[in-house]
């Protein structure tokens, strides 16, 4: 909010300016309730990433991770939204692919082309493997 008041006060060249837009600023750029009820329960997954999880409970966070985001999806109108939502979610079903795919193999490399989600590779990457 401090920002758009301070580019509201520099758009308009004076201290004055419109409580309302601003007011219509924040709004727009505020979740819908719908989408913070789903950044509630992802919230919960990374918490629990960054103390530590075991496989087993990663699997049963993300059930809950891709029920919520079917609960939540038919509600939400912003495409930004939509496409977040979709985006979390397969990159931590890839997550657990590859989780799933160390855990059963004897090999030190994973196959790249076995999951679904499009991301950056830093330049000299191997192509094909991890």
Do not use: C, N
Not at 48 to 76: C, H, N
């Amino acid at each position: 909010m401090r920002d758009e008041l301070a580019r509201q006060k520099a758009a308009s060249g004076s201290s004055a300016i419109s409580t309302q837009a601003v007011v219509t600023h924040v709004a727009s750029v505020l979740p819908t309730p719908d989408f913070a009820d789903f950044l509630r329960v992802s919230r919960r997954m990374v918490s629990a990433m960054g103390t530590g999880v075991s496989y087993g409970d990663f699997g049963q966070r993300l059930v809950d991770i891709e029920a919520s985001a079917e609960e939540v999806l038919p509600k939400i109108t912003d495409p930004a939204q939509k496409a977040k939502i979709a985006d979390f979610v397969i990159a931590l079903h890839d997550a657990y692919s590859l989780w799933r795919y160390k855990i059963s193999s004897d090999s030190d490399r994973m196959p790249i082309d076995s999951i679904s989600g499009e991301y950056a590779y830093p330049a000299g990457f191997p192509a094909g493997a991890w």
